[in-house]
């Protein structure tokens, strides 16, 4: 069965800093990956997604992630944060054919905090 | 605009109540999925249907149940079997491989 794992629970962070979230998978084929945002009670907003082909992937709002697979690893990376992008941040891993048609199995996600 | 509406934003149960949690989409999404998400635990899948009139359990079934007779809609059924039925509920759809797209949540709580 697959797993994802991020292993900080909050992470502070001041504004206009770089900013890495973690993100560890076990899937037994060709993952595929995403990192989703929530805000406090509010739905999920895909910020990323990898399927295949480039191991650097883009998103929206200036994030970008990297897909290692010998470290089984999808780290969540940006510049420059901004106050608005406090939120909670869940990493992902999809599970049947075409990126999840089975579901996805989440980590327990990271709590973002930026300091003015 | 297309998306995912659920209703209703907030609901209260009483012990040995069933209660039904609606999930629609106007996006012409064939699969449906919905998940329970609960504090330091990110989400699980509780039910998932891939097309009308099929569905499948996910990892957390027990104390649920689902409908999918239309291919819009995905109601969920959170019956007095589940005895920890305290969550927010997020319901999801996708369409050929696309990331899943999801509502804004129902958040139930027990009286």
Known sequence: AQSVTQPDIHITVSEGASLELRCNYSYGATPYLFWYVQSPGQGLQLLLKYFSGDTLVQGIKGFEAE???SQSSFNLRKPSVHWSDAAEYFCAVGAGSGGGADGLTFGKGTHLIIQP | DGGITQSPKYLFRKEGQNVTLSCEQNLNHDAMYWYRQDPGQGLRLI?????VNDFQKGDIAEGYSVSREKKESFPLTV????????????????????PQHFGDGTRLSIL
């Open chain 1, 67 to 69: 897909f290692k697979r």
């Open chain 2, 47 to 51: 039910y998932y249907s891939q097309i």
């Open chain 2, 79 to 98: 019956t007095s079997a589940q005895k920890n039925p305290t969550a927010f509920y997020l319901c999801a759809s996708t369409h050929r491989g696309q």
